[in-house]
Nanobody, 126 residues
């Protein structure tokens, strides 16, 4: 069964950092576009960042540019989201999703992704 498994969430103070991991189960991440999405209580799901298959083109939402970095470790079959300078508005459940497509592009629209994990909670609070 194909699925993604997120980990690394937690409670952090404003200005702090966390690194989320997205591990692939049942497939090889390099052949998939991977997106990170988040959903805060009472808000719609928001695309945060994505990385394409192959060359690994990256895309970031304006709200996280310069603070978040997405990367992929093919040897570990894992995608990471390094989050720095976290703010209370970053509080949400973070999901990673996979899209089986071989292209140098990726998109921040959840409807394009087929496989989703259960999410990991990120809480930014003093």
């Amino acid at each position: 069964q194909l699925q993604t498994v997120e980990s690394g969430g937690g409670l952090v103070q404003p200005g702090g950092s966390l690194r989320l991991s997205c591990a692939a189960s049942g497939f090889t991440l390099d052949y998939y576009a991977i997106g990170w999405f988040r959903q805060a209580p009472g808000k719609e799901r928001e695309g945060v960042s994505c990385i394409s298959s192959g060359v690994g083109t990256t895309v970031y939402a304006d709200s996280v540019k310069g603070r978040f970095t997405i990367s992929r470790d093919n040897a570990k079959n894992t995608v990471y989201l390094q989050m720095n300078s976290l703010q209370p508005e970053d509080t949400a459940v973070y999901y990673c999703a996979a899209r089986p497509v071989w292209t140098s592009l990726c998109v921040l629209w959840g409807g394009e992704y087929d496989y989703w994990g259960q999410g990991t909670q990120v809480t930014v609070s003093s």
